[in-house]
């Protein structure tokens, strides 16, 4: 089990854009999901987004689609969540992690070993 390091959340006004970054161990380039998930204060936390690293596709929540973009940069070994026209409701603690891609990257229950997130505040 691993813990990823996410990064790059802050406070943004409603409309804009942030960019989060996870930090992925070499290991799991070719062999893992990693997913991105978040959870606003009094709720459950939901799944936004998750990509097949070895063959680089991805996967949305219905909630994000056309505002989110997941993405990998092989020089970093990060896997970025780009949030774009953000709004209040966006307003939770990111989390990433990363597992098997046994199973399809969005079967979003399978995830765990949940690091400490990167805040993300709209307002």
């Known amino acids: 089990d691993v813990q990823l390091v996410e990064s790059g959340g802050g406070s943004v006004q409603a409309g804009g854009s942030l960019r989060l970054s996870c930090a992925a161990p070499?290991?799991?380039?070719?062999?893992?999901?990693i997913g991105w998930f978040r959870q606003a204060p009094g709720k459950e936390r939901e799944g936004v987004a998750a990509?097949?690293?070895?063959?680089?596709?991805?996967y949305y929540a219905d909630s994000v689609k056309g505002r989110v973009v997941i993405s990998q940069d092989s020089a970093k070994n990060t896997v970025d969540l780009h949030l774009n026209a953000l709004k209040p409701e966006d307003t939770a603690m990111y989390y990433c992690?990363?597992?098997?891609?046994?199973?399809?990257?969005?079967?979003?229950?399978?995830?765990?070993?949940w690091g400490q997130g990167t805040q993300v505040t709209v307002s």
């Open positions: 992690t990363a597992r098997s891609a046994s199973r399809r990257c969005d079967t979003w229950s399978t995830y765990a070993n």
């Open positions: 070499r290991y799991t380039l070719n062999t893992a999901c």
């Open positions: 990509i097949w690293r070895g063959v680089s596709i991805t």
